[in-house]
Protein backbone atom coordinates (compact mmCIF):
# COMPACT_ATOMS: atom_id res chain seq x y z
CA UNK A 1 0.00 0.00 0.00
CA UNK A 2 1.58 3.50 -0.94
CA UNK A 3 0.79 6.62 0.86
CA UNK A 4 -1.65 7.77 -1.89
CA UNK A 5 -3.76 4.35 -1.46
CA UNK A 6 -7.41 5.08 -0.09
CA UNK A 7 -8.14 2.66 3.02
CA UNK A 8 -11.24 1.72 1.44
CA UNK A 9 -12.18 2.13 -1.99
CA UNK A 10 -14.71 0.23 -4.72
CA UNK A 11 -13.85 -0.85 -8.62
CA UNK A 12 -16.98 -1.62 -10.55
CA UNK A 13 -18.71 -2.69 -7.40
CA UNK A 14 -22.09 -4.10 -8.80
CA UNK A 15 -24.84 -5.83 -6.52
CA UNK A 16 -27.72 -8.31 -7.73
CA UNK A 17 -30.82 -9.89 -6.34
CA UNK A 18 -31.32 -13.28 -7.57
CA UNK A 19 -29.87 -12.19 -10.72
CA UNK A 20 -31.82 -8.98 -10.16
CA UNK A 21 -28.90 -5.93 -10.73
CA UNK A 22 -29.71 -3.06 -7.78
CA UNK A 23 -26.36 -1.64 -7.65
CA UNK A 24 -24.48 -0.92 -11.20
CA UNK A 25 -21.06 -0.33 -11.39
CA UNK A 26 -20.09 2.06 -8.70
CA UNK A 27 -16.27 3.09 -8.20
CA UNK A 28 -15.50 5.27 -5.30
CA UNK A 29 -12.64 5.82 -2.45
CA UNK A 30 -12.92 6.91 1.02
CA UNK A 31 -10.43 8.23 3.07
CA UNK A 32 -9.19 7.67 6.79
CA UNK A 33 -10.44 10.13 9.03
CA UNK A 34 -13.60 11.22 6.67
CA UNK A 35 -17.16 11.20 6.63
CA UNK A 36 -18.81 10.14 3.56
CA UNK A 37 -22.79 10.16 3.48
CA UNK A 38 -24.61 8.49 1.05
CA UNK A 39 -27.78 10.31 -0.24
CA UNK A 40 -30.82 9.48 -2.81
CA UNK A 41 -34.29 8.56 -2.87
CA UNK A 42 -35.75 5.09 -1.36
CA UNK A 43 -35.07 2.18 -2.98
CA UNK A 44 -31.68 3.75 -5.45
CA UNK A 45 -29.37 1.28 -3.30
CA UNK A 46 -27.66 3.35 -0.90
CA UNK A 47 -27.86 0.29 1.74
CA UNK A 48 -26.97 -2.32 -0.88
CA UNK A 49 -23.74 -0.77 -1.60
CA UNK A 50 -23.29 0.65 2.12
CA UNK A 51 -23.33 -3.66 3.25
CA UNK A 52 -21.14 -4.73 0.12
CA UNK A 53 -18.41 -3.02 1.72
CA UNK A 54 -17.65 -5.20 4.26
CA UNK A 55 -19.49 -8.14 1.85
CA UNK A 56 -22.90 -7.75 4.51
CA UNK A 57 -25.02 -8.44 1.27
CA UNK A 58 -22.83 -12.03 1.04
CA UNK A 59 -25.08 -13.53 4.02
CA UNK A 60 -28.84 -13.51 1.82
CA UNK A 61 -29.61 -16.07 -0.29
CA UNK A 62 -29.27 -14.92 -3.85
CA UNK A 63 -27.23 -11.58 -3.48
CA UNK A 64 -23.79 -11.24 -5.89
CA UNK A 65 -21.27 -9.05 -5.57
CA UNK A 66 -19.25 -8.09 -8.53
CA UNK A 67 -16.59 -5.92 -8.78
CA UNK A 68 -13.20 -5.19 -6.29
CA UNK A 69 -13.44 -4.14 -3.06
CA UNK A 70 -9.89 -2.67 -1.82
CA UNK A 71 -9.63 -2.72 2.06
CA UNK A 72 -5.79 -1.34 2.41
CA UNK A 73 -5.59 -1.51 -1.77
CA UNK A 74 -5.99 -5.35 -1.14
CA UNK A 75 -9.47 -6.70 -2.87
CA UNK A 76 -11.66 -8.42 -0.20
CA UNK A 77 -14.39 -9.30 -2.30
CA UNK A 78 -12.60 -13.04 -2.71
CA UNK A 79 -13.98 -16.32 -1.60
CA UNK A 80 -11.15 -16.82 0.76
CA UNK A 81 -11.29 -13.67 2.67
CA UNK A 82 -11.93 -14.23 6.32
CA UNK A 83 -15.17 -12.25 6.97
CA UNK A 84 -15.40 -12.35 10.50
CA UNK A 85 -12.33 -10.75 10.57
CA UNK A 86 -13.08 -8.21 7.80
CA UNK A 87 -16.41 -7.23 9.86
CA UNK A 88 -13.90 -6.53 12.85
CA UNK A 89 -12.23 -3.90 10.79
CA UNK A 90 -15.30 -2.57 8.93
CA UNK A 91 -17.92 -2.24 11.76
CA UNK A 92 -21.57 -1.55 11.08
CA UNK A 93 -24.41 0.18 12.84
CA UNK A 94 -27.65 -0.54 11.99
CA UNK A 95 -30.75 2.19 11.83
CA UNK A 96 -32.45 0.19 14.58
CA UNK A 97 -30.39 -0.19 17.83
CA UNK A 98 -29.80 -3.91 18.34
CA UNK A 99 -28.11 -4.29 21.62
CA UNK A 100 -27.62 -8.12 22.74
CA UNK A 101 -29.69 -9.43 25.34
CA UNK A 102 -26.90 -8.99 28.17
CA UNK A 103 -25.80 -6.61 30.38
CA UNK A 104 -24.52 -2.80 29.32
CA UNK A 105 -20.93 -4.14 30.40
CA UNK A 106 -21.13 -7.36 28.41
CA UNK A 107 -22.46 -5.95 25.42
CA UNK A 108 -19.39 -3.94 24.71
CA UNK A 109 -16.92 -6.87 26.38
CA UNK A 110 -18.60 -9.73 24.96
CA UNK A 111 -16.75 -9.66 21.30
CA UNK A 112 -13.48 -8.65 22.05
CA UNK A 113 -13.07 -11.05 24.95
CA UNK A 114 -14.23 -13.66 21.70
CA UNK A 115 -10.95 -12.73 20.14
CA UNK A 116 -8.81 -12.86 22.88
CA UNK A 117 -9.16 -10.28 25.95
CA UNK A 118 -8.84 -11.25 28.87
CA UNK A 119 -8.02 -9.68 32.56
CA UNK A 120 -10.91 -7.53 34.94
CA UNK A 121 -8.72 -4.52 34.53
CA UNK A 122 -8.18 -4.46 30.74
CA UNK A 123 -12.36 -5.41 29.90
CA UNK A 124 -12.95 -2.73 32.57
CA UNK A 125 -10.41 -0.22 30.58
CA UNK A 126 -11.83 -1.33 27.30
CA UNK A 127 -15.46 -0.73 28.32
CA UNK A 128 -14.79 2.74 29.95
CA UNK A 129 -12.92 3.73 27.20
CA UNK A 130 -15.67 2.77 23.96
CA UNK A 131 -18.73 4.38 26.10
CA UNK A 132 -16.72 7.43 26.84
CA UNK A 133 -16.14 7.39 23.02
CA UNK A 134 -19.89 6.90 22.45
CA UNK A 135 -20.86 9.87 25.05
CA UNK A 136 -22.62 7.19 27.06
CA UNK A 137 -20.15 6.43 29.93
CA UNK A 138 -21.34 9.47 32.17
CA UNK A 139 -24.82 8.23 32.00
CA UNK A 140 -24.39 4.23 32.56
CA UNK A 141 -21.13 4.40 34.66
CA UNK A 142 -22.92 3.42 37.94
CA UNK A 143 -25.47 0.60 35.92
CA UNK A 144 -22.68 -1.40 34.11
CA UNK A 145 -24.34 -4.49 34.76
CA UNK A 146 -28.11 -3.52 34.22
CA UNK A 147 -29.59 -4.56 31.09
CA UNK A 148 -29.07 -3.08 27.69
CA UNK A 149 -32.75 -3.20 26.79
CA UNK A 150 -33.52 -0.91 30.18
CA UNK A 151 -31.61 2.18 27.80
CA UNK A 152 -33.91 4.46 26.10
CA UNK A 153 -33.54 3.91 22.22
CA UNK A 154 -30.75 6.82 21.52
CA UNK A 155 -28.65 5.53 24.53
CA UNK A 156 -28.95 2.08 22.73
CA UNK A 157 -27.73 3.46 19.30
CA UNK A 158 -24.46 4.40 21.42
CA UNK A 159 -23.88 1.25 23.05
CA UNK A 160 -24.35 0.13 19.60
CA UNK A 161 -22.01 2.40 18.63
CA UNK A 162 -19.52 1.86 21.75
CA UNK A 163 -19.59 -1.89 21.24
CA UNK A 164 -18.18 -1.69 17.27
CA UNK A 165 -15.44 1.04 18.71
CA UNK A 166 -14.77 -1.70 20.78
CA UNK A 167 -13.14 -3.48 18.20
CA UNK A 168 -11.15 -0.64 17.22
CA UNK A 169 -12.35 -0.63 13.67
CA UNK A 170 -10.71 1.05 10.71
CA UNK A 171 -13.91 2.12 9.59
CA UNK A 172 -17.85 2.12 10.62
CA UNK A 173 -20.85 1.65 8.42
CA UNK A 174 -24.06 3.40 9.52
CA UNK A 175 -27.39 2.99 8.36
CA UNK A 176 -29.47 5.28 9.07
CA UNK A 177 -28.43 5.91 12.86
CA UNK A 178 -30.53 8.58 14.12
CA UNK A 179 -34.12 7.94 11.69
CA UNK A 180 -35.45 5.65 15.26
CA UNK A 181 -34.69 9.25 17.56
CA UNK A 182 -35.15 12.33 18.66
CA UNK A 183 -33.25 15.39 17.69
CA UNK A 184 -31.13 15.31 21.02
CA UNK A 185 -30.57 11.99 20.31
CA UNK A 186 -29.64 12.56 16.98
CA UNK A 187 -27.57 15.15 18.00
CA UNK A 188 -25.29 13.36 20.47
CA UNK A 189 -25.07 11.44 17.92
CA UNK A 190 -23.75 13.35 15.26
CA UNK A 191 -21.05 15.30 17.87
CA UNK A 192 -19.93 11.27 18.21
CA UNK A 193 -19.28 10.63 14.23
CA UNK A 194 -17.24 14.15 13.96
CA UNK A 195 -15.44 12.34 17.26
CA UNK A 196 -14.76 9.30 15.59
CA UNK A 197 -13.62 11.04 12.27
CA UNK A 198 -11.39 12.79 14.45
CA UNK A 199 -9.87 10.18 16.00
CA UNK A 200 -8.91 8.77 12.17
CA UNK A 201 -12.10 6.58 11.87
CA UNK A 202 -13.75 6.43 8.32
CA UNK A 203 -17.14 6.56 8.77
CA UNK A 204 -19.92 5.58 5.59
CA UNK A 205 -23.36 7.06 6.52
CA UNK A 206 -26.56 6.07 4.89
CA UNK A 207 -29.15 9.46 5.67
CA UNK A 208 -32.13 10.64 4.41
CA UNK A 209 -31.77 14.01 5.88
CA UNK A 210 -29.77 16.28 4.40
CA UNK A 211 -29.40 18.65 7.13
CA UNK A 212 -27.71 15.63 8.43
CA UNK A 213 -25.76 14.86 5.46
CA UNK A 214 -24.37 18.62 5.83
CA UNK A 215 -24.04 18.66 9.19
CA UNK A 216 -21.39 15.45 9.13
CA UNK A 217 -20.71 14.76 6.11
CA UNK A 218 -17.14 15.74 4.41
CA UNK A 219 -17.90 14.17 1.15
CA UNK A 220 -21.70 13.01 -0.45
CA UNK A 221 -22.51 10.03 -2.93
CA UNK A 222 -26.16 10.69 -4.60
CA UNK A 223 -27.64 7.84 -5.82
CA UNK A 224 -30.37 7.20 -8.25
CA UNK A 225 -32.09 3.98 -9.68
CA UNK A 226 -29.31 1.68 -9.05
CA UNK A 227 -26.51 4.63 -10.37
CA UNK A 228 -23.82 6.61 -8.26
CA UNK A 229 -24.80 9.82 -10.02
CA UNK A 230 -22.70 12.26 -8.09
CA UNK A 231 -19.65 12.44 -5.57
CA UNK A 232 -17.72 15.05 -4.31
CA UNK A 233 -17.36 17.65 -1.69
CA UNK A 234 -20.53 18.05 0.81
CA UNK A 235 -20.83 21.54 0.38
CA UNK A 236 -19.73 21.80 -2.91
CA UNK A 237 -22.36 19.05 -3.65
CA UNK A 238 -25.11 20.88 -1.94
CA UNK A 239 -24.76 24.25 -2.90
CA UNK A 240 -23.57 23.62 -6.22
CA UNK A 241 -24.64 20.13 -7.99
CA UNK A 242 -23.17 19.49 -11.34
CA UNK A 243 -25.98 16.81 -12.25
CA UNK A 244 -29.68 18.04 -12.87
CA UNK A 245 -30.93 15.39 -11.09
CA UNK A 246 -29.09 15.78 -7.88
CA UNK A 247 -30.69 19.48 -8.17
CA UNK A 248 -33.84 18.36 -8.34
CA UNK A 249 -33.75 15.86 -6.14
CA UNK A 250 -32.37 18.53 -3.15
CA UNK A 251 -35.03 21.25 -4.05
CA UNK A 252 -37.54 18.45 -3.77
CA UNK A 253 -39.05 17.83 -7.41
CA UNK A 254 -38.77 13.87 -6.61
CA UNK A 255 -37.64 12.05 -4.01
N1 LIG B 1 -32.53 -8.63 0.52
C1 LIG B 1 -32.98 -8.21 -0.65
N2 LIG B 1 -33.53 -9.07 -1.53
C2 LIG B 1 -33.97 -8.68 -2.73
N3 LIG B 1 -33.94 -7.39 -3.17
C3 LIG B 1 -33.41 -6.48 -2.33
C4 LIG B 1 -32.90 -6.84 -1.04
N4 LIG B 1 -32.43 -5.71 -0.44
C5 LIG B 1 -32.64 -4.70 -1.31
N5 LIG B 1 -33.22 -5.16 -2.45
C6 LIG B 1 -33.61 -4.36 -3.62
O1 LIG B 1 -32.48 -3.62 -4.05
C7 LIG B 1 -32.87 -2.31 -4.43
C8 LIG B 1 -32.07 -1.29 -3.61
O2 LIG B 1 -32.46 -1.40 -2.25
P1 LIG B 1 -31.67 -0.68 -1.07
O3 LIG B 1 -32.24 -1.15 0.21
O4 LIG B 1 -30.23 -0.85 -1.27
O5 LIG B 1 -32.04 0.85 -1.33
P2 LIG B 1 -31.90 2.11 -0.41
O6 LIG B 1 -31.50 3.23 -1.29
O7 LIG B 1 -31.01 1.81 0.74
O8 LIG B 1 -33.39 2.32 0.09
P3 LIG B 1 -33.98 2.93 1.45
O9 LIG B 1 -33.56 4.36 1.47
O10 LIG B 1 -35.47 2.77 1.30
O11 LIG B 1 -33.42 2.12 2.59
C9 LIG B 1 -34.37 -2.20 -4.21
O12 LIG B 1 -35.00 -2.44 -5.44
C10 LIG B 1 -34.66 -3.32 -3.24
O13 LIG B 1 -35.95 -3.83 -3.41
Same mark, same amino acid.
Given at each position: ?123 ? %? ?9 ? +?? /? #????? !? &??? *? ?12 ? %? ?9 ? +?? /? #????? !? &??? *? ?70
Amino acid at each position: MTSTTPLLATEDVTVSYSGKEALHATSLSFERGSVTALIGPSGCGKSTFLRSLNLMNREIPGCRIGGSILYHGKDVNTRGVDTYQLRKQIGMVFQQPNPFRKSIRENIAFAPKRHGLSGKANID %ALVEESLRAAA +LW /D #EVKDK !L &DQS *AYALSGGQQQRLCI %ARTLAMHPDVV +LM /D #EPCSA !L &DPI *ATYSIEETIRDMAKRGICVVIVTHNMEQAARVSDKTAFFLLGDMVEFGPTPELFSRPKDKRLDDYLTGRFG
